[in-house]
């Protein structure tokens, strides 16, 4: 939140929609920054009580995106199309998530493996930004054979280009893989190499638990790439460490520099979204995948809740991995 109250209100921008944040009568609730009555972003506005207030004629807005009062005219009706669109916004692992389209009413926030787990000490790092577009960075965050040339030393041996072709299961909306990095690296000590396991809940969050070989702990990053627009994220990084005697700092600083290698390279790719006439190598596999389950989301999305419903939790197995049964199905 941005104002000193805590109570916003905060400007977004989701999906090219920009979007106002407030806390009004102790609920989170996201609305669309725009003002009614002559368009002003509420962003600009005030909380005021229960209400949030429009900075250019007052006009306050409660929880419900409901007109609640108009100063100039404070006996006259208050007309009913005097009300802001409000989105399905909840608080989770100390981010807020907004859910812009819920007529499918089957989307979730993504898995955090670390969360209620009092093993772990648990960083909110800073956001950052990225000139690219959600799609790319997840591509990025999940690349195997980048590893040895992007990060040599830092996370990689560099002469370890060649990474393993691994199962991928699609399973309940997520990804679910595991790559064995390489044993006896040698890595900035910081470096959490280890037994990599990922599960990205689609389209754009990543929880990558790292059972580290250097002491058998493990780590969690978790990292959503949340699209500003086509060509823009602003991505939300949370960091969990099962050992946490030592100071956060070098860890996060760590953590800043792996992203500092990797976003020239990923703001230089262009276009910015995915294109088509990309060339790919076996080893390419996990993106390869990713692609072929984003089109096949969009094209059931274009057909409807049911289909839409199917691509997204319709169980795929590679592995011989074993996952506990369904919830009920929407
Ligand atoms: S534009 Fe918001 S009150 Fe007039
Ligand atoms: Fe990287």
């Known amino acids: 939140m941005s104002s000193p109250s805590g109570l916003g209100p905060l400007g977004v921008t989701l999906l090219s929609e920009h979007l106002v944040v407030a806390k009004l009568g102790g609920e989170i609730v996201a609305m669309r920054d725009r003002c009614p009555h002559r368009s002003a972003k509420l962003s600009a506005g005030q909380v005021v009580g229960a209400d949030l207030q429009c900075p250019y004629h007052g006009w306050k807005y409660g929880a419900s995106g409901n007109c609640t009062h108009i100063p100039a005219c404070p006996d006259g009706p208050i007309p009913a199309k005097a009300k802001v669109e409000r989105f399905d916004c909840q608080e989770k692992y100390g981010l807020?998530?907004?859910?812009?389209?819920?007529?499918?009413?089957c989307t979730e926030i993504p898995h955090f493996s670390a969360a209620d787990n009092p093993k772990f000490k648990i960083i909110i790092q800073e956001p950052y930004y990225w000139k690219s577009s959600a799609?790319?960075?997840?591509?990025?965050?999940?690349?195997?054979?980048?590893?040895?040339?992007?990060?040599?030393?830092?996370?990689?041996?560099?002469?370890?280009?060649?990474?393993?072709?691994?199962?991928?299961?699609?399973?309940?909306?997520?990804?679910?893989?595991?790559?064995?990095?390489?044993?006896?690296?040698?890595?900035?000590?910081?470096?959490?190499?280890?037994?990599?396991?990922y599960v990205c809940s689609m389209p754009f969050a990543i929880n990558l638990s790292s059972l580290k070989y250097s002491d058998n702990t493990t780590s969690v990053l978790f990292?959503?790439?949340?699209?500003?627009?086509?060509?823009?994220?602003?991505?939300?990084f949370i960091f969990a460490r099962e050992k946490h005697d030592d100071s956060d700092w070098p860890h996060i600083a760590f953590n800043d520099l792996v992203f500092a290698e990797d976003k020239p390279i990923i703001e230089s790719e262009w276009p910015q979204y995915l294109p088509d006439d990309e060339?790919?190598?076996?080893?390419?596999?996990?993106?390869?995948?990713?692609?072929k389950w984003?089109?096949?989301?969009?094209?059931?999305?274009r057909e409807g809740k049911e289909a839409f419903n199917h691509a997204l939790n319709n169980r795929v197995l590679e592995s011989d991995r074993t996952y506990p049964q369904p919830g009920p199905t929407f």
């Open 135 to 197: 799609e790319r960075r997840w591509e990025n965050f999940t690349d195997f054979s980048h590893f040895a040339f992007v990060h040599p030393q830092t996370l990689f041996d560099p002469n370890a280009a060649q990474p393993p072709l691994v199962p991928m299961d699609r399973v309940d909306g997520q990804f679910h893989f595991v790559y064995d990095t390489p044993k006896g690296m040698d890595v900035n000590s910081l470096a959490i190499i280890g037994k990599f396991s």
């Open 223 to 236: 990292n959503v790439s949340c699209p500003i627009n086509d060509s823009e994220t602003k991505n939300y």
């Open 294 to 301: 984003l089109r096949e989301l969009e094209s059931a999305a």
């Open 96 to 105: 807020i998530w907004v859910r812009m389209d819920s007529s499918f009413d």
């Open 279 to 291: 060339v790919s190598v076996i080893t390419d596999k996990v993106s390869m995948q990713y692609r």
